[in-house]
């Protein structure tokens, strides 16, 4: 069982900067993927960005050029840079993280992080 608990989010101003944080604990094996997306109520989840356990990353093309996720493997940590927010970026932010174990492949996520863009 992995926990995965997201901190940073709250209600900023347009064209500023927010820094989400999410450490995982608990059980892990094999993880790959980490990342963060994010979802409006009654909308499908949306990918953000992602980073691999190799620091690939990747960023929806929305968010290109604004966001920055990082990621540090010993501490079980991803974290999202947000900066020149726009109102459009207001969404509920989940973390997730992708392992395998014993051959199977298994997502968690986060509780959830809101953020707020608005004047």
């Known amino acids: 069982q992995v926990q995965l608990v997201e901190s940073g989010g709250g209600l900023v101003q347009p064209g500023g900067s927010l820094r989400l944080s999410c450490v995982a604990s608990?059980?892990?094996?094999?993880?790959?993927?980490m990342g963060w997306y994010r979802q409006a109520p009654g909308k499908q989840r949306e990918l953000v960005a992602t980073i691999s356990s190799r620091g690939s990353t990747n960023y929806a093309d929305s968010v290109k050029g604004r966001f920055t996720i990082s990621r540090d493997n010993a501490k079980n940590t991803v974290n999202l840079q947000m900066d020149s927010l726009k109102p459009e970026d207001t969404f509920v932010y989940y973390c997730?993280?992708?392992?395998?174990?014993?051959?199977?492949?298994?997502?968690?996520w986060g509780q959830g992080t809101q953020v707020t863009v608005s004047s």
């Open positions: 997730l993280l992708d392992q395998w174990i014993a051959g199977v492949f298994s997502r968690d």
């Open positions: 608990g059980t892990m094996f094999r993880v790959n993927t």
